[in-house]
């Protein structure tokens, strides 16, 4: 059984004296900053200059300095800058200012993992992982609750690092809810399985077929649309809320008894083995050889040729008419 952490098995008490560099201000920066801040710890932001991110987060009553100067200053520096530009910007500002005795801390595990990113020994390597995006860290935490969090420790130099682990998750309000623990390896590695095979791709490309597979026998795309993506978010709401199959007591009889007795039709054993081919390629690195390779060649455009088919297709200018037809006032 994995070790879970709540709220009153930790003290924040542990780093209540040190300071803590939050490097980039994006959507997990942001949100992990504020509630930081708002439960009493000594935060600075760590940006490049001149940016919005800079403005902003002054305008929210951050002390903001350069990525350089913030890791100077920090006992504890948080990596939430993009994964991608993780090494560059460790090779170019962090990796001169490091003292003896600095924690390296990151919400992702690859850069470490894969060896992106090589921290020297004399530095605690932590990682605390908000299992939810920047949004709901910061929403839930206003809220007097919080979001989930996985914690890892990879390197102990100090023999105080699960304490400054803890200490961050709590600080960002995870441990409201509970945190567990895991390893830099199983954290990467489910996190990008999960995108991949389940979350992202896997869900994207079922909703995909499942269109077409409407839209081709002759039904009218909008009710297609309405059928496989649509309602979709109700049924995720009611398994992460009540399980799979809390889910199920709660749809009609119908729906059980087809999605109990066809389901297994759609995502079957050969589904699965091809779940286990990409589990492979993550595992062994092939996954994070071709990403790297490609990321290097063709940048943030790495993604272009995919997205530009995505766009084309067929549900997503159906989506826009029938988004726009339930939310007039939206933009996307």
Request: with cysteine; aromatic share 8%; charged share 25%.
């Amino acid at each position: 059984m994995a070790k879970i952490w709540k709220d009153k098995d930790v003290s924040l008490d542990p780093i209540k004296n040190e300071t803590i560099a939050v490097l980039g201000y994006g959507i997990q920066g942001n949100a992990q900053a504020n509630n930081l801040r708002d439960s009493g710890l000594n935060v600075i932001v760590g940006l490049s200059k001149g940016g919005q991110s800079w403005k902003k987060a002054q305008e929210d009553g951050h002390k903001v300095m350069s990525v350089a100067d913030a890791c100077k200053a920090a006992d504890i520096i948080h990596v939430l800058i993009p994964d991608m530009i993780q090494a560059q910007i460790y090779k170019d500002e962090i990796e001169q200012n490091l003292s003896k005795g600095n924690a390296l801390s990151f919400s992702h595990a690859a850069a470490i993992h894969w060896g992106w990113i090589k921290a020297p020994n004399f530095v605690d390597v932590i990682m605390v992982a908000p299992k939810g995006p920047g949004s709901k860290v910061r929403e839930t935490y206003l809220e007097g609750f919080g979001t989930p969090s996985i914690v890892a420790v990879h390197q102990d130099f100090t023999k105080r690092a699960w304490n400054r682990t803890l200490g961050i998750a709590k600080g960002i309000g995870s441990t409201r809810t509970g945190v567990i623990q895991t390893t830099f390896k199983e954290e990467v590695e489910t996190d990008w399985f999960g995108e991949q095979a389940d979350l992202c791709g896997g869900s994207a490309s079922m909703i995909i077929n499942a269109f077409e597979t409407l839209v081709e026998a002759g039904y009218q795309p909008e009710i297609a649309y309405f059928e496989v993506l649509h309602e979709l978010k109700l049924i995720v709401d009611m398994i992460q809320r009540y399980g799979i199959a809390g889910m199920y007591r709660r749809v009609s009889e119908t729906a059980r008894y087809g999605g109990l007795t066809k389901g297994p039709m759609v995502m079957n054993n050969e589904t699965k083995s091809r779940m286990k081919e990409v589990l492979g390629m993550i595992k062994d690195g092939t996954f994070n050889e071709e990403w790297i390779s490609d990321y290097k060649k063709n940048g943030k455009n790495a993604f272009d040729r995919y997205m530009k088919e995505l766009d084309s297709h067929q549900i997503e200018q159906v989506g826009k008419k029938m988004r726009h037809m339930m939310w007039p006032d939206s933009t996307e």
